[in-house]
């Protein structure tokens, strides 16, 4: 699976978009970007994945670029409780539908301050 | 609620024991994946079971080993404890389907080997 680089930590103002960037350059043709977060210890939580077309639901928006090597995550008003560390996932398709493991970096400390 | 069930949610034990953490996975869910977070060591893959076989291997110690029955629930024993095996272990379910199906997690269960 390709490696992601997330910056560390990120602040963002209650109510303004949270943009959080990933890079992902050595992402093959059959690999998904996923994002997960995880709010402090709880089971990390599934928002978003897309393979090269912008994506949106009702969490977030993944925008991946032309080339795919990054994408950036979109929370459009951030609240307090949307304060977790993100992660950046690059995941294979693999054939007969059996899914492929996750493996998690480091990710990305977001704070949203009031 | 992301219908993965993990038993116990708190364990303390002492070391040299043996422990049996459980799973129930999502109605219908055929893959289980179990991963381990400690503080120092982030989220990390240990092993995938997909219809009752092993699908995937990732950093679980040999004192470490997990099955999945045919009623789809799994467990994951830990023997041997060492108190560096203190940390959170989660299970994590995704259904047979099209590819690049989403993985859910539970809520984890704290073990504290003392």
């Not at chain 2, 996975?25 to 092993?54: A, K, M, T």
């Amino acid at each position: 699976d390709a490696k992601t680089t997330q910056p560390p930590s990120m602040d963002c103002a209650e109510g303004r978009a949270a943009n959080l960037p990933c890079n992902h350059s050595t992402i093959s043709g059959n690999e998904y970007v996923y994002w997960y977060r995880q709010i402090h210890s709880q089971g990390p939580q599934y928002i978003i994945h897309g393979l090269k077309n912008n994506e949106t639901n009702e969490m977030a928006s993944l925008i991946i670029t032309e080339d795919r090597k990054s994408s950036t995550l979109i929370l459009p008003h951030a609240t307090l409780r949307d304060t977790a560390v993100y992660y950046c996932i690059v995941r294979s398709r693999e054939i007969y539908n059996q899914g492929g493991k996750l493996i998690f970096g480091q990710g990305t400390e977001l704070s949203v301050k009031p | 609620d992301s219908g993965v069930t993990q038993t116990p949610k708190h364990l303390i034990t002492a070391t040299g024991q043996r422990v049996t953490l459980r799973c129930s996975p999502r109605s219908g869910d055929l893959s289980v994946y179990w991963y381990q977070q400690s503080l120092d060591q982030g989220l990390q893959f240990l092993i995938q079971y997909y219809n009752g076989e092993e699908r995937a291997k990732g950093n679980i110690l040999e004192r470490f080993s997990a099955q999945q029955f045919p009623d789809l629930h799994s467990e994951l024993n830990l023997s041997s404890l060492e108190l560096g095996d203190s940390a959170l272990y989660f299970c994590a379910s995704s259904p047979q389907g099209a590819t690049g199906n989403t993985i859910y997690f539970g809520e984890g269960s704290w073990l504290t080997v003392v």
